[in-house]
């Protein structure tokens, strides 16, 4: 089975921190992605990568960065957390654009 | 520009009673491909289906069914005899046939099923 694995379930962090979000996959996916969830929004991705050291920006990137240095691991940095970040991230890896992607269990991040 | 929509933003029904949740996806390309997911309360989203743009057959699936429809931009996703466990959030997604884009995801339907 495909898994994908998130460091965190639960986070809370305060303002200004920096916060990362790790991401891995063990199926071999080219593509890795990163998305937020909120009430009435839906998922709305942040950025993702389709190879090692490459990244996309996606619909909302401001105020979050990425690192993908080995093909497994795609991780999310909050460079200065700040409280409407407060969400739930989900990661998501995929092999092609076109296939279905495999999501992790979330991590929920709380920003007091 | 690709975009899905799922107007209904949440249902509420009583168990064993069928539940249509609905989609309609824009998109200028021929070929593309339709999915649809399942999130339940747990947080992790369930991949249920992918269809691709040249393949209109209804798919069954035990109690799951998915109508496509092209000519009305449709790709919808009855539940037969619901029952609680179906309770979660489903969100339709459209994806490119190719080159590294991603999906594009409705805003999700929540659907809560009653005992």
């Known amino acids: 089975d495909v898994k994908v694995t998130q460091s965190s379930r639960y986070l809370v962090k305060r303002t200004g921190e920096k916060v990362f979000l790790e991401c891995v996959q063990d199926m071999d996916h080219e593509n890795m992605f990163w998305y937020r969830q909120d009430p009435g929004l839906g998922l709305r991705l942040i950025y993702f990568?389709?190879?090692?050291?490459?990244?996309e920006k996606g619909d909302i990137p401001e105020g979050y960065s990425v690192s993908r240095e080995k093909k497994e691991r795609f991780s999310l940095i909050l460079e200065s957390a700040s409280t409407n970040q407060t969400s739930m991230y989900l990661c998501?890896?995929?092999?092609?654009?076109?296939?279905?992607?495999?999501f992790g269990p979330g991590t929920r991040l709380t920003v007091l | 520009a690709q975009k899905v929509t799922q107007a209904q933003t949440e249902i509420s029904v009583v168990e064993k009673e069928d539940v249509t949740l609905d989609c309609v996806y824009e998109t200028r390309d021929t070929t593309y491909y339709l999915f649809w997911y399942k999130q339940p309360p747990s947080g992790e989203l369930v991949f249920l289906i992918r269809?691709?743009?040249?393949?209109?057959q209804n798919e069954i699936s035990g109690r799951y069914s998915w109508n496509f429809q092209k000519s009305t931009s449709s790709f919808n996703f009855t539940i037969t005899a619901s029952q609680v466990v179906d309770s979660a959030v489903y969100f339709c997604a459209l994806s490119y046939p190719s080159g590294n884009t991603p999906l594009v995801f409705g805003k999700g339907t929540r659907l809560s099923v009653i005992a």
């Open positions: 990568s389709y190879d090692v050291k490459m990244k």
């Open positions: 269809r691709n743009s040249f393949d209109e």
């Open positions: 998501a890896s995929g092999q092609a654009s076109y296939n279905e992607q495999f």
